[in-house]
């Protein structure tokens, strides 16, 4: 006897693992929202926190990347809640808001250099867990 199986039949593994994975992702552009949140409000207060970088080529005044922090890290907390529903429209807007503020932490290494490469490894695990599941498997 033959069986055949359809070819969008999905195992709920599968289906665990993916939904699984997206829940990942919205933990971690959640929480790393949340970090961007803090160091953009540190960046306003101009705290004492922050590293003098008088040499560095991508030079903004502490207040400036404060308030792109707090920018984007909100937007990041907004996405990460579409992320809960696991829409569409929320997949693609978290894998370029990481990707966004992979290089903003980048360029502000020299300021505070152990919470940027921290956050750059958040945003790179949140864009594997989403870019890792398929998006069939997500709708069935």
């Known amino acids: ?5 359809s070819p969008h039949h999905r195992s709920a593994g599968a289906m665990a693992a993916a939904s699984g994975l997206t ?27 922050f590293l003098n970088t008088p040499n560095y080529v991508f ?3 502490l207040t400036s990347w404060g308030w792109i922090h707090l920018a984007f890290g909100a937007v990041a ?11 569409t429209w929320a997949r693609v807007l978290a894998i370029g808001i990481a990707a966004l503020l992979i290089v903003i932490n ?23 867990a989403l870019c ?6 997500l709708n069935e």
């Open 23 to 49: 829940i990942f992702a919205a933990v971690m552009l959640f929480i790393s929202g949340v970090l961007d949140l803090f160091r953009g409000i540190m960046g306003i207060a101009e705290n004492e926190v």
């Open 59 to 61: 030079k903004f005044d």
């Open 106 to 128: 980048f360029l502000t290494i020299p300021y505070y250099p152990v919470w940027s490469i921290t956050l750059i490894a958040l945003y790179g695990s949140t864009i594997w």
């Open 77 to 87: 907390v907004v996405v990460s809640l579409g992320l809960f529903t696991a829409a």
């Open 132 to 137: 890792v599941v398929r998006r069939d498997t």
């Open 1 to 5: 006897m033959a069986t055949t199986t």
